[in-house]
């Protein structure tokens, strides 16, 4: 959650993001409510039995009994940390997520990854692979940067050591689980390319641990 730039002592629900307009405020559900759901109604037919916030602006009930189905005696006593932020590793973490996706009959799973695949991952690939080709050269001592890397490959300061200021390792970190996603949903033709296409680049690129160089092919 980002940290807020503004605070305002006086809310006015119209103003603030419309999500927050479909918060339900009743104690509890009517018995109409579970008969449509084992109906698997759609939500518009359901709505009218329901009292959302929607329907209360610029009523005088806007401000009070907003109730909740569930109590809490403090509301401070929940967890601290969600299990989402407990997973270090970014794969386990969209592992479990889909694995939740596919035990929740209104969820899409394919769709879940789908919307990870196209929003997040490869543009992030193709992001920190454009930053890696247009990257700067840093000293390890003296900190000076270059946007191009001297023909004697040393710092012209100090003479010291250069190194990338972009690794190979944020280029290719969503690689393997974007493979996965795409396999394992069976995704559209057009996303599996654009990963194959990313990792050709990266193949291409990227010096393979096998080569070596021709001083030492030479000298063999």
Known sequence: MDAPLVLTT??????????????????RLPLEFYSLCEEYSEPNEVLEFIDIVKKRLGKQN??????????NNNI????????????????EKVRKQLYLAMKI??????????RLLKHHFIPDLAGNFRAFLTQKFRCMK???????????????KCNNELVLSVHEK???????????????????NFI???????????????KSKKEISLEKFISQ
Do not use: W
């Open 10 to 27: 006086i809310i006015d629900p119209l103003e603030v993001d419309d999500e927050c307009h479909n918060i339900e405020v009743m104690e």
């Open 62 to 71: 806007q401000y009070i009994n907003l109730y909740f189905s569930t109590y």
């Open 76 to 91: 401070v006593n929940g967890p601290l940390v969600t299990e989402y932020d407990k997973i270090r590793n970014m794969e």
């Open 105 to 114: 009959c209104a969820v899409d799973a394919k769709d879940v990854a789908e």
């Open 142 to 156: 003296c900190g000076a940067k270059y946007r191009r890397i001297p023909l004697k490959g040393k710092c012209l």
């Open 170 to 188: 944020n280029i290719s970190k969503y690689l393997n689980i974007s493979y996965f996603l795409s396999k394992e949903f069976n995704l559209d």
């Open 192 to 206: 599996k390319q654009e990963i194959e296409l990313i990792e050709r680049s990266l193949n291409n690129l990227i």
